[in-house]
């Protein structure tokens, strides 16, 4: 660490009252707080969950708004340290939940590409847009290794193979994070640790192993991400072998800050804490003993800072680990260089027109074509000649909303074209290039005579964290802390494709009993059982949640580019089996090519 941020971020904390210092460990969301609360009770972090906006959501309002609370943590007054405030988002696949931003592939698309030079390149293209908001900090990347595809947040994942999410994360620091200076954002390495590894794949769930899997498995990625520096790292909502994450001494303190030597901070998910105990001080008690620095609140976190307070009054946690905590977040600030600088408005990225430009939009495509995986072609039905009589088909077709999936405008994800601001539908992709291409969503004007081959799009339509999970009814393990969610249900109850969403297979089997040969593309967060939906099209292609660029589907299937994805994760046959357990349709590392 720079010797001058350690003595900035010292001679600080001298100076620092204990409500300066407490204030600085909560990260409060945004519709719950104004301007003046984070001056009044000098708040160090604000954040916006998944479709938290401002105004009417343009690049304009954003940088208004962390301008007026960056402003008010600057205030120069009476019992005041001015100390730059933290605003962080959700920009996992691009800054999505803006509208108008350029939209890559989700992680699971990016981890078919197996392309470490491009990761950096999307993070550095996803930072531009960040700062183009007026913000600092982004929840990315996600280093979970998805070992049940049963899992909602399965997209958030590159692979299940902890070599190829380890082979993403430095590049992924690294273009987020850059030199550490205005042209770059802070890096979260989340969800520490073992999140992609619960029984069941069950949202926020157990993962019950041994520590030589959870290191070997789970903590593999983190090793490279703190190797390139990576500024702070986001507690995980499950919990290993029964006990919370968040609760962990051994796992926040001993193992990530002590043996591999993490001198970043902590952050909590969102209100993580509460989970701990029915009794809010037991919970923040043990999560700030445990090695929590910073604490994610939605609303409560007045409630939160009281018991605070209060807890460090009772001797419930010691002044030590208030000022290592402290310290540890002031250093953050200093190291990536916010105290020196200007207001948001009058930072160099602000307003950027380079936000959702072409020139971001063609790295984008380039991540399209490259995340696709061909799973068949028979009869060399691909590439399909532009000049053939196309007709197009499929749910997910013509939908800007589907094929970007969740955490994009919404937490949930959008569901139409014009939520998606910019970019194309995949029909949309091929309608500019092939101009005898026909459109109809259900398959009804599929005709023989008229159409020499079928393009149908399908899949899964959005969801985002425990809504996205595959289990039956509100039924969760104990250990999971998905109590707090029950009122929101499960995506389905099965991996088959066909019993989930019948009228995919039903588009399919309308055109090809018109003997028109099918080619299949599949949307999807992960892998799915679709044996019926492979025997009914002559060729199927893995597109994942591909974004806003769907005219990179099409550069490749007119052949204009080549395929050259490879399935990050292993393709199932039945919808049982964990991993390892899992009867392969096709397996990790699959990808057929046209040569
Ligand atoms: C998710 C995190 C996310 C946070 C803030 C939580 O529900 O688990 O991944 O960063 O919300 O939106």
């Known amino acids: 660490m720079p010797v001058d941020a350690r003595a900035h971020a010292e001679s600080l904390l001298g100076q620092m009252r204990l409500e300066h210092k407490l204030g600085q460990m909560i990260q409060a969301e945004r519709a719950s707080t104004t301007p003046d609360d984070v001056a009044r009770y ?125 082979s993403y994360a430095a590049q992924y620091v690294k273009g987020l ?72 001494r051994y796992l926040l303190t001993d193992v990530l800050k002590g043996r591999l030597g993490f001198d970043g901070f902590v952050i909590s998910d969102w209100d993580g804490v509460d989970q701990l105990d029915d009794d809010i001080a037991t919970a923040l008690a043990t999560a700030i003993n445990a090695g929590v620095d910073m604490v994610m609140v939605s609303v409560e976190w007045k409630k939160m800072l009281e018991t605070l307070h209060r807890l460090v009054a009772e001797g419930r946690i010691p002044m030590s680990r208030i000022d290592d905590a402290v310290r540890r977040i002031l250093e953050v ?127 899964e339509t959005p969801y985002a964290e425990g809504m996205g999970d595959i289990r039956h009814g509100g039924a969760v393990p104990r250990g999971s802390g998905i109590q707090t969610m029950t009122n929101l249900a499960p995506y389905g109850s099965t991996l088959v494709l066909a019993e989930r969403h019948p009228e995919d297979l039903a588009t399919i089997q309308r055109i090809q009993a018109q003997g028109i040969p099918v080619v299949t593309v599949l949307i999807s967060g992960r892998p799915l059982v679709t044996n019926a939906e492979l025997d009914a099209s002559q060729a199927f292609v893995a597109a994942w949640l591909p974004g806003s660029e769907g005219a990179g589907v099409a550069d490749v299937l007119f052949g204009d580019h080549e395929f050259r994805g490879t399935l990050p994760f292993t393709w199932p046959k039945t919808d049982e089996g964990e991993y390892g357990r899992v009867v392969p349709a096709f397996p990790r590392g699959f990808g057929l090519t046209l040569r």
Not at 95 to 116: E, K, M, Q, S, Y
């Open 177 to 248: 994070q850059g030199a550490l200076d205005e042209n770059g954002v802070i890096a979260c390495a989340k969800h520490w640790i073992g999140d992609g590894g619960t029984t069941g794949g069950v949202d926020q769930g157990d993962t019950a192993c041994s520590e030589e899997e959870l290191l070997r498995i789970h903590a593999a990625p983190y090793l490279p991400a703190l190797e390139a520096g990576v500024l702070t790292v986001m507690a995980s909502f499950n919990s290993w072998n029964k006990e919370k994450c968040h609760a962990s």
């Open 42 to 166: 000098h708040i160090g972090s604000v954040l916006s969950g998944g479709g938290s906006v401002p105004g009417a959501n343009r690049v304009a309002d954003w940088v208004a708004m962390n301008d007026a609370y960056w402003m008010a943590s600057m205030r120069e007054e009476e019992g005041r340290i001015p100390v730059p405030l933290l605003y962080a988002i959700d920009a996992i696949h691009g800054n999505t939940n803006v509208l108008g931003a350029t939209v890559f592939p989700h992680n699971i698309g990016l981890g078919a590409a197996r392309d470490p030079e491009l990761i950096e390149r999307l993070a550095r293209l996803c930072a531009e847009e960040v700062l183009a908001t007026g913000l600092d900090w982004t929840f990315a990347p996600t280093l979970a290794v998805v070992r049940n595809i049963k899992w909602g947040r399965t997209y958030e994942s590159f692979s299940e193979d902890p070599a190829i999410v380890a």
């Open 333 to 459: 600030k200093a190291r990536a260089g916010l105290f020196e600088r200007p207001r948001p408005a009058e930072r160099p990225w602000a307003n950027s027109p380079t936000f959702g430009a072409a020139a971001h939009r063609a790295i984008a495509r380039e991540a399209v074509r490259k995340s696709l995986v061909l799973l068949k072609n028979d009869g060399s039905v691909l590439p399909v000649a532009k000049g053939a009589r196309i007709l197009v088909a499929g749910k997910n077709a013509d939908n800007r909303g589907h094929q970007c999936g969740g955490f994009t405008v919404e937490w949930q994800g959008a569901r139409s074209n014009d939520r998606i601001e910019g970019g194309t539908s995949i029909w949309e992709g091929i309608r500019a290039v092939a101009a005898n291409a026909e459109f109809s969503e259900d398959g009804s004007a599929a005709d023989r005579a008229r159409h020499d081959v079928a393009i149908v799009v399908i899949g």
